[in-house]
């Protein structure tokens, strides 16, 4: 267990899904002050026009936010997803990221000019997929190292991977210095509190405390990440398309016109025929799934089991 009187800040890495609420929850938990936690979000399209993600992700985790009142800080690349994806020629987007004095902008001004033009590969080598790495890890390792007010103080960074999840994952440590830690000047480790947690304890915790998970769940994915994850397999696929079929054309669109597909042997649309989409979807959960403001509840008394719970999951390795 990690001393958690030696820190003067928590961060939580939110996406929004079931292991970062545990994780929030499990701070809780454990005895740490509110007043000094943090939760940190990457918004994987950036402002604007959602293409992967889930249109109510971001309300549903700053409604989660305030009900727990705990302040959230988005970050996120200009342009987001899509931008970087049709990169040619040029450099990576900057980066924003929020804190309590305001929005910053950073980066995008120097580096190597290059192309993508096709979507990132299957794969657990960061270099080749790129979403992880620029819309995700070097947004977050931006916004700390731009931040003076973790100068100087010892910041423990929390995140809610489980070796359950991957063989990737089964080899992270649970305790290790941060990549944003800087010796004698700027302390942060990182922490993985459930990493060897099973998915029944998540879903226990998060019944204990009565909360109410991203829509996604109800709909019937058993992983909250992107909607049209490239790990998705082909029910997630089907189900994504049922529920967003714009956004799948564009996605399709794109497959074509890059002349590669997400897949490495198969297209979306071959791939989205050879699933089922999830019997749980109704038009009343796309509704709230794809609404950019989420006003249910955070807190329930009947708490109930989603869909999505113990499923097949094809997420981030
Ligand atoms: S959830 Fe999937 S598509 Fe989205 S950033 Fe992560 S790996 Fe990429």
Redesign the pocket.
């Given at each position: 267990m990690v001393n958690i009187q030696n820190y003067d800040k928590f961060i939580v890495a939110f996406?929004g899904g079931k292991d970062s609420i545990a994780c929030v929850l499990h701070l809780l938990d454990v005895g740490v002050d509110k007043s000094k936690i943090e939760l940190w979000h990457h918004i994987?399209d950036g402002k604007g026009e959602t293409l992967?993600?889930w249109e109510i992700t971001e309300d549903y985790c700053r409604q989660f936010a305030k009900a727990f009142q705990i302040p959230i800080y988005f970050s996120w690349k200009v342009g987001g997803?899509a931008r970087e994806m049709l990169r040619k020629n040029s450099l990576t987007a900057p980066t924003v990221f929020e804190t309590p004095t305001g929005k910053y902008q950073v980066g995008g001004k120097r580096g190597k000019k290059s192309t993508r033009l096709k979507f990132?590969q299957v794969s657990a080598d960061l270099s080749v997929?790129w979403?992880?790495a620029y819309?995700?890890i070097d947004v977050f390792s931006l916004a700390i190292r731009n931040q003076k007010r973790f100068t100087g103080v010892k910041t423990l960074v929390i995140s809610g991977e489980r070796g359950q999840e991957s063989a990737a994952r089964a080899r992270y440590k649970a305790f290790e210095p941060d990549r944003a830690n800087l010796k004698n000047k700027r302390i942060v480790d990182r922490w993985r509190p459930i990493l060897e947690w099973k998915e029944s304890k998540v879903w226990i915790t998060i019944k204990r405390h009565k909360v109410v998970v991203h829509p996604c769940y109800y709909l019937g994915f058993s992983r909250c990440?992107?909607k049209?994850?490239?790990?998705?397999n082909a029910d997630q696929f089907a189900s994504a398309n049922k529920i967003s079929p714009d956004k799948s054309k564009k996605l399709q669109l794109y497959e074509r016109r890059f002349k590669v597909t997400m897949k490495r042997n198969i297209s979306l649309s071959e791939l989205i025929a050879n699933g089922s989409p999830y019997k749980s979807i109704t038009q009343e959960l796309i509704q709230v799934a794809t609404s950019k403001t989420y006003s249910g509840k955070i807190f329930i008394e009947n708490w109930v089991m989603p869909a999505g719970a113990f499923g097949k999951s094809c997420?981030?390795t």
């Open positions: 996406s994987v992967m993600d997803f990132p997929r979403c992880s819309l995700k990440s992107c049209f994850c490239i790990f998705g997420g981030p």
